[in-house]
C-alpha cells in the first residue's frame, strides 16, 4: 500500500501511556542529516549515529512499483525486484551469489520490498561500516548493471511463483476484495504488486528489462545510509560507485494514476469468503484530501486527529445505548491515493442482523451530523494534546539505532525531512490556539457527508445474506432522518474519589537472601511468596509479575469461562469507578497491569514509577478484591465467540485445525461454547470463575531499586494478606509420541501447504537452551539453502525450534507451501535436509554464531526484561536464582560439538508429525 506524505508529523501525541519499552540499548539524540544530490539526480541522505560502533544501515529506493506497469506488464516491477539479485556486469555469477561469497545473508544483511509505488532495497552488512563500500557497489551492479537474462528469469520465477503461492489464503482474498471496493475507479485494483500468475509464468526477460531500462535510472532513485561513519568519506564512496552512471530522465507520471477519480455515487458491496469470520456492516465515504505543507498542513492534520479522537470517545461512550445483537461502531480514516482518502463507521454484528446493525449505523450517522461532537470532549482532547506537546518540548528526543532507523526511514520514504519531537512539541502548542469546535464540526460533516458513498457488508463464512438494493438503503435514510434522536450523553463528570480500601494486610514471616543475585526471598503470611531483585537496570520504575497455578486447564474450571474471565478482569473498575475512569487513572499514574493465561498458568505483569508502588500494588489487590466484570467488553467478547462458532461449521480452515489438533494431540483441549452457551453466560458467572482463578497462591517477582523498607511496608499492606485457596492443577497438554501423517484436500488455493512437528525429550538447562538457540539457526540457513536455493521449491518457510522449560521437549515445528506437484517430495528433500544438518555445522559457523550471541549478550546485560525472564527460569527449575550467575559463562556452552549435538535432536523421526494440505478436487 502506498504511504502518505505528512501523517507522522502529528502522531507525536501520546493521548494514552502505552507500556514502556523494555531494553536499554544506548540512546542519541537527532543526528545530524546531510542531504545531497550527484549530477546526474541521484539524492542521498546521511544520518550519522555513533552510538552503535560500526553499524550501519543502507536503504536505497527506485521510485517505480506496481502502478508504473503497463497492461502487458503485471507484476514487472517485482520480477525485476528479483532479477537484479542475479547476474550484473561486474558479478555474472550473480549479486546474491557475490555477497554469499563474503558472508552475507538473504534477509539478515540484504533484502527488497516491492510496492504500489516503489521498489527498495535494504542492506546491512555483517561486518558493520566496513562493509559499505561492497554495499553500494552491489547496488550499483543491481540499479544499472543488471543483465536480466531468459536463463536466469526462468530459474528465478520458480522462486516467484512460490512467493506468489505463499500470499494465496483467505487473508489476500478478502483484502482483494477490499481493495477493489475502496479502491474503485482506479489502477490499484489491477495492479497487485506480485503480479498475475498467467504473467509470472509467460511474461519474457525482455519484457523486465524494458520496464529496468525505463524506471532504473539515478533521476529517479533516492538512497539513505544510517550508522557510524563520516559523512564526507561516504559522499565519495557514494560518488565512486554512482556518480559515473549517465543522467536519463524517466517518463512524467500523472499524478491521477495514484488516486481514484471521485464521483457522486451510492454503491452497496458485499464482501465475503467462506473462510473468513468478518459479521460486520460499514458506511464509507470517499473524499479528496489535498496536500498542503507547512504550517497550514500541520494544522489541518492535527485537526484531523482531534476529530477522530473526539469521535471515538463519542461512540464509546454511545455503546451501553446499542442494541444487545449490535457491537462496537469504531470510526477509521485511511489513504487509498496520494491525496484520496477513505473514512467510515464500522459497527460489528452478530451473524443474522445486518439489518439491525445498518439501521444502528445509519442513526448514529445521523446524530452525528445532526449534534456534531461535544465540546466538553474539544476541552479535553485539546487539554491532552496540549501536555503532551509540552512534555515534547521540555527535552530533546533520545532513541536507540533501531528506533532511529524505523524513524528516519519513514520521513525519508516519504520524501520530507524529520521533525523532531522538541520541534513538533512547539509547534502543536502554537497550533493548538488556532483550533476551535467550529473546525472540528466542519471537518466531521466533511468526513460524513462527501458524496462518494459506499455500504459494505461482511457477512462470515457460509452463512447467506442478500445485501439490501441501494434505493432500499436510501428510504432507511430518509426515514430515520425523520425520527426524534437525542444527542450523545455527556460523558460522566470524574469525581475525584478514593480507590476502595479492602484490609489485606499482613506480614513476612521470612526472608532469604542471595546476595550474589542481588535477591531476597519473602515468605508472606497468606503463603505467598516474593522474590525481590534490587538492581540498577529498574531505574526508577518497579517491574512485577505474579505467577500462579491458576490456567484455564485448571481443576476445577470451566475452561472457556475461565479464558474469557481472565481477558476481561483486566478491563473491570472497583466499586465507585468507571471503567473509563479506572482506565484513565492508571494512566495518570503511569502504571499498567497486563493479565495472560495459559493452559496451566495465570501471570499478570505490571509496572510502575516506584513512587507509585502503592498505587501498582492497590491495583493488583483490587484484582482480587473489588473487581467488576465490564459488560460491554463481555458483549464484544461473545459475538467473536460467535462468529468463531460460526466459522466451524463447515470452514475448511476449521477442518484443519480440526485434523492437526486429532493428529497432534489426539483431540482438543478444550470445546468452544455452542450458541446456548454463549447466549446464557453473564458476568456473574465469569465473576465466579475469576474468584477461583484469583484465589490460586503466588510466587511474586519485583525488580526494583529501592529501600527495602519502603517495599516491605507495600507489600505488607496490600499483598501479604490477600486470601488464597488451594492451587489449580491442570493435566499436561501435551503432542503425543509417534509417527504421523496425513494428506488432506482442504485448501481453496492451488498450493500445497506442508507443516512438520517433532520433539525430543531434553531437561532443560541454560545451556542446552543456548546451544537449541544456536543450532536452530544454523539448521535454519541450511533448510532455506536447500529448499529455496537448491531445490528451488520454495519462497520462504518458518522454522520455530525452542527448548521448552515446561514440557523438557525440544519442539520444532517447519512451515513451507509449494506447488501441489512437488509437495511429496520436498517433504523427503525436508527429512533429508534435518537428518544431515548437524554435518553442515562447522567450527566457522558456531564461531559466526557464538560472536553474535555475545553481543547479543552484552546488550541483554542492560535488558531489565531478559533479566526478570532469566529470574523466573531459575526458580521454576531451581527454587533459587542460581541461573543469573551462571549466565556470563553461557557462552562457554556454544561448541561446535555441543551445537551439533542439539542439532541432531531438533528433527527426530520417531516422535514427527507431517501435515500436507493440497487443493481440493476440482467437481
Not at 521454576?876 to 550467575?885: A, I, V, W
Amino acid at each position: 500500500m502506498c504511504k502518505r506524505r505528512g501523517l507522522a508529523g502529528v502522531a507525536l501525541f501520546l493521548l494514552v501511556l502505552s507500556q514502556p519499552v523494555l531494553s536499554e540499548d544506548a540512546k542519541t539524540t537527532l543526528p545530524v542529516v546531510t542531504e545531497g544530490v550527484l549530477d546526474n539526480g541521484l539524492q542521498y541522505t546521511l544520518a550519522p549515529i555513533k552510538s552503535d560502533a560500526g553499524r550501519i544501515d543502507i536503504r536505497l529506493s527506485v521510485e517505480a512499483g506496481s502502478l508504473d506497469e503497463t497492461d502487458d506488464q503485471s507484476g514487472v516491477a517485482h520480477m525485476v525486484e528479483h532479477l537484479v539479485f542475479r547476474g550484473s556486469d561486474a558479478w555474472p555469477e550473480g549479486v546474491s551469489a557475490a555477497l554469499a561469497k563474503k558472508g552475507w545473508s538473504r534477509g539478515a544483511n540484504y533484502n527488497a520490498v516491492t510496492n504500489y509505488e516503489r521498489t527498495q532495497f535494504m542492506m546491512s552488512p555483517p561486518d558493520g561500516v566496513k562493509g559499505l563500500d561492497l554495499a553500494l557497489q552491489a547496488l550499483a551492479q543491481m540499479t544499472a548493471h543488471a543483465r536480466i537474462t531468459q536463463p536466469d528469469l526462468d530459474d528465478e520465477r520458480k522462486v516467484i511463483l512460490e512467493e506468489w503461492r505463499g500470499k494465496l489464503g483467505v487473508a489476500a482474498r478478502m483484502n482483494q476484495q477490499r481493495i477493489a471496493a475502496l479502491r474503485a475507479d482506479s489502477p490499484y485494483p489491477d495492479r497487485p504488486t506480485i503480479g498475475k500468475v498467467e504473467s509470472i509464468e509467460l511474461t519474457p526477460a525482455a519484457t523486465l528489462k524494458a520496464f529496468y531500462q525505463r524506471w532504473y535510472h539515478p533521476d529517479n532513485m533516492r538512497l539513505l545510509i544510517i550508522g557510524d561513519f563520516e559523512p564526507e568519506k561516504v559522499k565519495a564512496l557514494i560518488t565512486k560507485h554512482f556518480a559515473g552512471l549517465p543522467a536519463i530522465a524517466v517518463p512524467v507520471r500523472q499524478e491521477s494514476q495514484y488516486n481514484q477519480q471521485l464521483k457522486k455515487q451510492f454503491r452497496v458491496i458485499h464482501l465475503q469468503d467462506s473462510e473468513s469470520g468478518g459479521s460486520q456492516v460499514s458506511w464509507v465515504n470517499r473524499f479528496d484530501e489535498k496536500q498542503m505543507q507547512g504550517t497550514e498542513g500541520y494544522r489541518d492534520r492535527l485537526i484531523n486527529q482531534i476529530t477522530l479522537t473526539m469521535l471515538s470517545r463519542q461512540l464509546k461512550r454511545q455503546q451501553s445505548a446499542l442494541p444487545d445483537s449490535i457491537g462496537n461502531i469504531v470510526a477509521r480514516k485511511s489513504e487509498t491515493g496520494r491525496s484520496t482518502v477513505a473514512f467510515g463507521l464500522f459497527v460489528d454484528v452478530m451473524p443474522g442482523d445486518f439489518q439491525l446493525g445498518l439501521a444502528t449505523l445509519i442513526r448514529e450517522r445521523e446524530r452525528l451530523m445532526r449534534y456534531g461532537l461535544s465540546v466538553d470532549d474539544f476541552a479535553r482532547v485539546k487539554s491532552d494534546i496540549l501536555d503532551a506537546a509540552k512534555r515534547l518540548e521540555e527535552k530533546p528526543e533520545n532513541r536507540t539505532f533501531s528506533e532511529w532507523v524505523q524513524t528516519l526511514a519513514i520521513a525519508w520514504q516519504q520524501n520530507q525531512p524529520y521533525a523532531d519531537a522538541q520541534q513538533r512539541g512547539v509547534r502543536a502548542v502554537a497550533e493548538l490556539k488556532t483550533i476551535d469546535m467550529a473546525d472540528i464540526n466542519t471537518r466531521l460533516n466533511t468526513w460524513l457527508q462527501a458524496t462518494d458513498q459506499l455500504v459494505q457488508f461482511s457477512v462470515p463464512g457460509r452463512y447467506v445474506y442478500s445485501v439490501p438494493l441501494p434505493s432500499e438503503i436510501q428510504r432507511m435514510v430518509t426515514t430515520i432522518a425523520g425520527e426524534p434522536l437525542t444527542p450523545v450523553a455527556k460523558e460522566k463528570t470524574s469525581v475525584s474519589v478514593p480507590l476502595p480500601e479492602h484490609d489485606t494486610s499482613g506480614k513476612r514471616t521470612s526472608v532469604k537472601n542471595f546476595p550474589a543475585e542481588s535477591v531476597q526471598e519473602w515468605r508472606l503470611s497468606n503463603g505467598d511468596r516474593v522474590v525481590w531483585m534490587k538492581t540498577p537496570l529498574a531505574k526508577d520504575r518497579v517491574w512485577f509479575q505474579a505467577q500462579s497455578e491458576a490456567g484455564y486447564l485448571g481443576r476445577g474450571l470451566n475452561a472457556w469461562q475461565a479464558q474469557l474471565a481472565a481477558q476481561l478482569a483486566g478491563f473491570g473498575a472497583p466499586t465507585g469507578w468507571t471503567d473509563d475512569g479506572y482506565a484513565q487513572w492508571k494512566r495518570d499514574q503511569e502504571l499498567w497491569l497486563n493479565i495472560s493465561q495459559q493452559p496451566d498458568t495465570l501471570e499478570v505483569t505490571g509496572s510502575a514509577p516506584y513512587k507509585r508502588l502503592d498505587s501498582l500494588l492497590h491495583a493488583y489487590q483490587l484484582l482480587h478484591t473489588d473487581n467488576h466484570m465490564n459488560a460491554a467488553s463481555l458483549k464484544s467478547s461473545v459475538m467473536m465467540l460467535a462468529r468463531r462458532r460460526l466459522m466451524q461449521e463447515g470452514s475448511l480452515f476449521a477442518l484443519r485445525q480440526i485434523e492437526v489438533t486429532d493428529l497432534r494431540y489426539g483431540g482438543p483441549a478444550l470445546e468452544l461454547p455452542d450458541a446456548t452457551q454463549l447466549s446464557a453466560v453473564n458476568t456473574e458467572q465469569l465473576t465466579t470463575q475469576w474468584q477461583k482463578i484469583s484465589a490460586a497462591p503466588v510466587t511474586y517477582f519485583v525488580m526494583a531499586n529501592l529501600p527495602e523498607a519502603t517495599l516491605r511496608q507495600a507489600v505488607e499492606r496490600y499483598l501479604a494478606g490477600i486470601k488464597r485457596g488451594a492451587g489449580l492443577p491442570a493435566e499436561p497438554y501435551l503432542a503425543l509420541p509417534g509417527h504421523r501423517e496425513r494428506r488432506s484436500q482442504l485448501n481453496k488455493e492451488p498450493k500445497a501447504e506442508v507443516r512438520l512437528w517433532s520433539f525430543s525429550n531434553e531437561v532443560w538447562s541454560p545451556e542446552r537452551a543456548a546451544q537449541v538457540s544456536i543450532a536452530k539457526n544454523l539448521v535454519n540457513r541450511h533448510l532455506k539453502n536447500v529448499l529455496r536455493d537448491d531445490a528451488r521449491g520454495i519462497y520462504s518457510l518458518s522454522l520455530e525450534t525452542v527448548l521448552n522449560d515446561k514440557t523438557n521437549r525440544i519442539e520444532t515445528e517447519l512451515r513451507f507451501s509449494t506447488s501441489p506437484e512437488r509437495a511429496a517430495e520436498l517433504v523427503q528433500i525436508a527429512k533429508k535436509a534435518f537428518k544431515n544438518a548437524d554435518s553442515q555445522i562447522n567450527d566457522r559457523t558456531v564461531q559466526e554464531m557464538k560472536a553474535s550471541f555475545q553481543r547479543a549478550e552484552t546488550s541483554r546485560q542492560h535488558d531489565y526484561y531478559t533479566l526478570q525472564r532469566r529470574l523466573i527460569l531459575s526458580y521454576r527449575h531451581y527454587d533459587n536464582p542460581g541461573y543469573l550467575s551462571r549466565v556470563s559463562s553461557l557462552d562457554k556452552a556454544i561448541t561446535t560439538d555441543g551445537v551439533r549435538a542439539m542439532a541432531s535432536r531438533i528433527y527426530n523421526p520417531d516422535n514427527l508429525v507431517i501435515y500436507t494440505v493440497l487443493p481440493q478436487e476440482t467437481k
